[in-house]
């Protein structure tokens, strides 16, 4: 009897012990229930890489260090912190058909659960309509992703802001130029400056600019080194000084159109002192 006793006992011990391994590791397995009054994905936030494919682009989101990386490059924080908490707020309304045309496909990889939805064109704009589980639904928001490449990312490419510029060497283009040049993003690119043209920009608050800009077959990259003059202003030696890691090391990719009308007006020379 005292054996029975003791055998019930322990497989209680057990039982509760399971239970409680189970509560504990399940914060992020809460899998969503797909149904009206949902939310699709309410753990976005906790997840740790992020694919987007749309028809005209493919987006690689990566946390590494509680940095947000698009495609090897500093994502605009601000931006996707809001896209994702659209993702996350995004509820169900109802149980809908729908087509297969002009999908945005996203997968969503955390922790402990992973997902892939496919988002839609919708006649109203302030809702989507997604298709997961092989069930398609009609959302309460707008969850489409951001529309191009350079979205992801803080814009213009050149961080004038309020200043303007002074002196501006070896470009025969328009200045206004730019005030609103946008990029695609940025690699590490081992590019031989010599097959690349060089300007400088100097602005009225300090700010230097060291520049190459470089084609590769099709492809324009743009080389940007912060620098200060003898007397910056106070802002600007902080921006320098906060944001060389943003710019020196990196490639900026350029769309054709930019990158052609900006390596074009530049003359073929270059200058020893750019770096």
Same mark, same amino acid.
């Given at each position: 009897?005292?054996?029975?006793?003791?055998?019930?006992?322990?497989?209680?011990?057990?039982? @509760?012990?399971?239970?409680?391994?189970?509560?504990?590791?399940?914060? %992020?397995?809460?899998?969503? @229930? %797909? +149904?009206?009054?949902?939310?699709?994905?309410?753990? #976005?936030?906790?997840?740790?890489?992020?694919?987007?494919?749309?028809?005209?682009?493919?987006?690689?989101?990566?946390?590494?260090? *509680?940095?947000?990386?698009?495609?090897? !490059? %500093?994502?605009?924080?601000?931006?996707?912190?809001?896209?994702?908490?659209?993702? /996350?707020?995004?509820? =169900?309304?109802?149980? #809908?058909?729908?087509?297969?045309?002009?999908?945005? &496909?996203?997968?969503?990889?955390? *922790?402990?659960?992973?997902?892939?939805?496919?988002?839609?064109?919708? *006649?109203?704009?302030?809702?989507?309509?997604?298709? @997961?589980? +092989?069930?398609?639904? $009609?959302?309460?928001?707008?969850?489409?992703?951001?529309?191009?490449?350079?979205?992801?990312?803080? /814009?213009?490419?050149?961080?004038?802001?309020?200043?303007?510029?002074?002196?501006?060497?070896?470009?025969?283009?328009?200045?206004?130029?730019?005030?609103?040049?946008? !990029?695609?993003?940025?690699?590490?690119?081992? @590019?031989?400056?010599? $097959?690349?043209?060089?300007?400088?920009? =100097?602005?009225?608050?300090?700010?230097? $600019?060291?520049?190459?800009?470089? &084609?590769?077959?099709?492809?324009?990259?743009?080389?940007?080194?912060?620098?200060?003059?003898?007397?910056?202003?106070?802002?600007?030696? /902080?921006?320098?000084?906060?944001?060389?890691?943003? %710019?020196?090391?990196?490639?900026?990719?350029?769309?054709?159109?930019?990158?052609?009308?900006?390596?074009?007006?530049?003359?073929?020379?270059?200058?020893?002192?750019?770096?």
């Amino acid at each position: 009897m005292k054996k029975i006793i003791l055998t019930l006992i322990c497989s209680l011990v057990i039982a @509760i012990a399971v239970f409680i391994s189970i509560v504990l590791w399940k914060p %992020y397995y809460n899998v969503p @229930i %797909y +149904e009206v009054g949902n939310s699709i994905f309410p753990q #976005i936030h906790s997840s740790q890489k992020i694919y987007i494919q749309t028809p005209s682009y493919q987006m690689c989101l990566d946390k590494k260090n *509680d940095i947000w990386m698009a495609n090897g !490059y %500093y994502a605009d924080y601000q931006m996707l912190l809001e896209y994702l908490y659209r993702l /996350q707020t995004a509820e =169900i309304e109802k149980k #809908i058909t729908c087509s297969s045309e002009n999908q945005v &496909k996203i997968s969503v990889y955390g *922790d402990k659960h992973d997902e892939t939805f496919f988002i839609y064109e919708n *006649d109203d704009y302030s809702k989507s309509i997604i298709k @997961i589980k +092989e069930k398609c639904f $009609l959302i309460n928001k707008n969850i489409q992703p951001p529309g191009t490449v350079s979205d992801y990312f803080l /814009q213009p490419l050149f961080p004038f802001n309020d200043d303007k510029i002074e002196i501006l060497n070896n470009f025969h283009g328009n200045m206004d130029f730019f005030f609103s040049l946008k !990029y695609q993003g940025a690699v590490h690119q081992n @590019i031989d400056k010599s $097959l690349c043209r060089f300007f400088t920009i =100097i602005s009225s608050k300090g700010l230097k $600019l060291n520049c190459h800009v470089c &084609k590769d077959n099709n492809l324009y990259f743009i080389n940007i080194n912060l620098q200060t003059t003898v007397m910056p202003t106070t802002e600007i030696a /902080q921006f320098v000084a906060q944001n060389k890691y943003r %710019y020196d090391p990196w490639y900026f990719i350029l769309n054709a159109d930019d990158g052609a009308y900006l390596y074009e007006n530049l003359s073929n020379n270059q200058s020893k002192s750019a770096l």
